[in-house]
């Protein structure tokens, strides 16, 4: 219960690293607002949190907006508490060959994953500056450092996610306020199914770059996110931590298994 009387919106909260992050926030005693534009989902996972005991509520949210990013914040608010953690999970990937990505991919992708960032961090960041205590956590992506040709505009996005951390925890870090980004490899969800697992040859030249030699669980980036949130972490700021089954150390590949 390392999170109890401590309140915390989760965006991209309905499904994937989101949700298993609102789970997890929640088991450990967070009133968790789940944040999502997929609210009929956001809904049904937040119900689902409360009919077990936990405190949770969801909101319609489009983090490329401003406003909306407020109006999660202060559902947290309203229902008695400071903002304690926010987690700015909320992205998506497009696949396109660099010399066909047009001005609308880089503004949509740039708006959802790096702006969403940026308003949710700048948000909670003033509020928890007020009260001098706040943990704020950004999504971060392998592909912050390593490329993948055909995902331009994400990874510039997950880049930019990495300096916005770091430049956010030099800059607060007086005021109490610490921001972390945590960095997965390969998660199994329905955005990485579609963006990368997409056949048996896609999983294996995944696989072969894993050394743990498995795909992540959302469990685990859950985990980490829990960790960095809580008191655990009141020393680390500043930091992306990669969450990659050992990928990031490899050189060339590993051997893949038949099954
Ligand atoms: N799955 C992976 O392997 C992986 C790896 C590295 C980074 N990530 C990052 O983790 C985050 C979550 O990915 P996931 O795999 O869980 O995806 P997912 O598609 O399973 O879930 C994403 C959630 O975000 C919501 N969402 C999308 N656009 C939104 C917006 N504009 N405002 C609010 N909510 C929005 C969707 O409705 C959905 O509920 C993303 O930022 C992604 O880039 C995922």
Known sequence: MKHRGKSAVVT???NGIGLACAVRLANE??????????????EQEAQSLVE????????????SSRADIVAAIELAESHGDDLHIMVNNAGY?????????????????????LMGAFYGTQEAARRMVKQGAGSIVNMSSMQAALVIPDQLPYGVTKAG????????????????VRVNAVGPGTILTAASQRSVLQ??????????????????????VAGVIS????????????????????????NLTVPVSED
């Open 12 to 14: 991209g909260a309905a």
């Open 29 to 42: 005693g967070a009133s968790v607002i789940l944040a999502d534009v997929d609210v009929e989902k956001a």
């Open 52 to 63: 077990q005991g936990f405190k949770a509520a969801a909101i319609r949210c489009d983090v």
């Open 93 to 113: 990937s497009l696949k396109k060959d660099v010399l066909e990505v047009d001005d609308e991919d880089m503004h949509r992708l740039f708006n959802v994953n």
């Open 161 to 176: 996610i990495n300096q916005l951390t770091r430049v956010n925890a030099v800059a607060l870090a007086p005021k109490g």
């Open 199 to 220: 056949n048996d040859a896609a999983r294996r030249s995944v696989l072969s770059r894993i050394p743990m030699a498995r795909l992540g669980r959302t469990e685990e």
């Open 227 to 250: 960790f960095l949130a809580s008191d655990d972490a009141s020393y680390v700021t500043g930091q992306v931590i990669y969450i990659d089954g050992g990928r990031n150390c490899l």
